[in-house]
């Protein structure tokens, strides 16, 4: 926030976006680190400066002047002139503005013992940030149980699982057709195949090992694209509960026949992705303010009136 407030001490009106790659500059922001995105696709950077921007405005240090531009005002150039270290959470509650924002009470109203209340220590990151990073938590948590369990389970219910999974990210074909297909090739490379559209005009055959913690190596690689051929077909599907050595990833990606190598890491983030062996339990919705129907807040406070 501090350095929010400092590239607009001039006191001149500012436009939002040039501010943004002002400060991105300021920071020497890599390409990689300007381009970042929070999982609901809004680019991390920018969201943070509108948070900062959103803060600074409630404590009364910045002010909107038209839409996507902002100043400086007395206090917060008053602010300044105290050459503070930082601007944090901690510094911003000096002004009873701000702390009606961001407790949701009055002056002089009685702590309910809120969780904005308790929090004495700056933050880190944007409210938003927060419910990012919590949700990756938990989605992280829950693909590793689901790994877990996948392993534990008989080698056929894992070959079940793969097509079903397929079928889930819109492959062709009934799960019923596929099912029929699972064991029934009477070649060893191969476990299933599956129809790459609703026609069947191509196929497409899986080998699917759940394996605890050895990686698969080439000779397995080599042996599928052996059956590939022997079927004469140019795509197959390689899938395992553990992850493949080097030479195997080399091996595949060097082949003229495609094969699609999908570790137990990447199977489930996919299982998760598509909604194979998981249920919703709670859904949060995150509002932004719509600009055509309110044309006087900008940048990160819609984000944040939203969100408070």
Not at 146 to 174: D, N, Q
Not at 253 to 270: F, M, P, R, S
Not at 283 to 304: L, N, P
Request: glycine share 10%; net charge negative; proline share 3%.
């Amino acid at each position: 926030m501090l350095p929010l407030l400092t590239a607009v001490a001039d006191a001149e009106e500012h436009k939002t976006r040039e501010v943004i790659g002002k400060l991105a500059a300021e920071f020497q922001l890599t390409e990689a680190e300007r381009t970042e995105l929070l999982p609901s696709g809004n680019n991390v950077f920018e969201n943070r400066v509108g948070w900062a921007r959103t803060y600074l405005k409630k404590a009364g240090l910045l002010q909107n002047t038209r839409w996507g531009y902002f100043q400086i005002t007395e206090q917060g150039k008053a602010a300044l002139a105290k050459s503070p270290a930082t601007i944090d959470l901690k510094f911003l509650k000096q002004y009873p503005e701000f702390v009606e924002y961001y407790t949701g009470k009055k002056p002089g109203e009685e702590s309910q013992g809120t969780q904005s209340d308790a929090k004495e220590t700056p933050e880190k990151e944007t409210p938003e940030e927060l419910l990012a990073s919590g949700y990756v938590t938990l989605r992280k948590q829950l693909e590793f149980e689901l790994l877990s369990r996948v392993k534990a389970a008989p080698p056929e219910f894992f070959e079940r699982l793969v097509v079903r999974l397929l079928i889930a990210m819109g492959y062709g074909g009934s799960l019923a057709d596929a099912g029929r297909a699972i064991g029934k090739s009477g070649d060893g490379g191969i476990d299933g195949v599956i129809k790459e559209d609703k026609l069947g005009l191509e196929l497409l055959y899986i080998q699917a090992k759940r394996w605890d913690n050895a990686s698969v190596g080439r000779p397995e690689i080599q042996k599928f694209v052996g059956a590939l051929h022997g079927r004469r077909s140019r795509k197959g599907i390689f899938l395992t509960t553990s992850t493949f050595t080097k030479d195997a990833r080399e091996y595949a990606e060097g082949l003229e026949t495609k094969v699609i190598l999908i570790d137990g890491v990447q199977l489930a983030e996919l299982m998760f992705e598509y909604g194979v062996g998981v249920q919703t339990e709670s859904t949060y919705v995150v509002k932004r303010m719509d600009s055509d129907f309110i044309e006087d807040e900008g940048g990160g406070d819609t984000a944040a009136a939203a969100a408070k």
